[in-house]
């Protein structure tokens, strides 16, 4: 598997939030969790360009 660097900036309110919600997880694995749970919501769509209409 091939691994790619993200840099994320967040303001420091955004943080905080993230930080009440980490629970057990460190802040690495609640994006990471976060950005998988967006991507299943989009897995069963199949995107169709219809802007030649």
Known sequence: ???NHLVL???SETRE???ADCA???IDEWL???IDR???R???YEFVDD???
């Open 9 to 11: 900036t967040i303001d």
């Open 51 to 53: 802007c030649s209409i």
């Open 1 to 3: 598997m091939r691994h």
């Open 32 to 34: 990471l969790d976060a």
């Open 17 to 19: 939030r993230i930080e």
């Open 42 to 44: 989009y897995g069963g």
């Open 24 to 26: 057990d997880e460190t």
């Open 38 to 40: 967006k991507l299943a």
